[in-house]
């Protein structure tokens, strides 16, 4: 029998056509077997796994409520929604409204992360340089304000380039091949890839002044146990931070490059990092934690 979910999401499977968004286009030469569509749901469920233990333990521990736990936890309800519209999109999308509207929802949800991180970046140069007022409450609102409203700009240019390159907003005929995961191939590099890479370029400027102003103030400790101490704990959270950024940076990297010139290879590395990344940042930060639990 025909569900909702087979029938108008998926539409598994049906002869001819192009119902299943994997079955032709870019993706069929390494998803014939569902290899990556099982690669997907696998990491996938293991990264929603891994955020919601985090998530639990950030909420649970009051010590760990601060303005940096707080930024923190939304950005894994970030990845969450991320990680969850991704595993819905595996094995493709056959309804044009429901792919348009998972494209979009993608597409807003993948920047806001990016500036959850920035704003978490911005957060530890602050912390490092004691800047005055950087746990105030209005401190959480301008992060707030900034990480989840500066997306609505892409996703407002997103939509008006995406109907503009398809002269038909509702035709999916160039979205299924991916999952529609990504909007058309203008849309994906002026709305998705540029901001991004500007968003990644604030966050290393951030966290180049950060290791500027930690090596300065690591050096006016007189004691040296105390400094060596703090030259550890700082470089923990400045090499964190630079570890997330670098995978965030790559997979969408590779999701681009992968939608523009339709390389099978890099939308192979796209989907297996996409679907892993939460689980390899979070052992990553499970490492680091203890170092740092006022920070991240």
């Known amino acids: 029998m025909e569900t909702l979910y087979t029938g108008a999401i998926h539409g598994f499977p049906q002869p001819g056509g192009i119902a299943n968004g994997v079955s032709t286009g870019i993706a069929s030469s390494f998803d014939q077997d569902g290899v990556l569509s099982l690669i997907v749901v696998l990491g996938g469920s293991l990264s929603l796994v891994a955020l919601v233990f985090a998530f639990i333990t950030y909420s649970l521990f009051s010590d760990l409520r601060s303005l940096a736990g707080t930024t923190l936890m939304n950005l894994l309800a970030a990845l969450f929604m991320v990680q969850l519209l991704f595993i819905v999109g595996a094995g493709g999308v056959q309804d044009s409204e429901l792919c348009i509207s998972l494209g ?19 957060h530890l140069y602050a912390t490092v340089a004691s800047l005055p007022r950087r746990d105030d409450p209005p401190t ?7 990480a989840w409203g500066t997306p609505l700009i892409s996703l407002v240019a997103a939509a008006l380039l995406q109907s503009h390159e398809s002269h038909n907003f509702w035709d999916v005929v160039d979205l299924t091949p991916f999952n529609c995961w990504f909007l058309g191939a203008t849309a994906t590099v002026y709305a998705y890839g540029l901001p991004v890479v500007l968003l990644l370029v604030i966050s290393g400027y951030y966290l180049v002044k950060a290791a500027i102003v930690s090596r300065y103030t690591c050096s006016m400790q007189l004691e040296i146990k105390q400094r060596e101490k703090m030259k550890r704990r700082r470089a923990l959270q400045l090499m964190l931070f630079l570890k997330v950024s670098l995978i965030v940076g790559v997979v969408a990297g590779c999701g681009v490059a992968s939608r523009v010139w339709k390389i099978p290879f890099l939308w192979a590395v796209f989907c297996t990092g ?23």
């Open 104 to 122: 979009l929802s993608l597409q807003y949800l993948r920047v806001s992360v990016v500036c959850w991180l920035a704003a978490m970046c911005h």
């Open 140 to 146: 959480y609102m301008k992060y707030s304000l900034f």
């Open 274 to 296: 996409h679907s892993l990344q939460v689980c390899r940042g979070k052992i990553r930060g499970k490492k680091h934690t203890d170092h740092f639990p006022s920070s991240t």
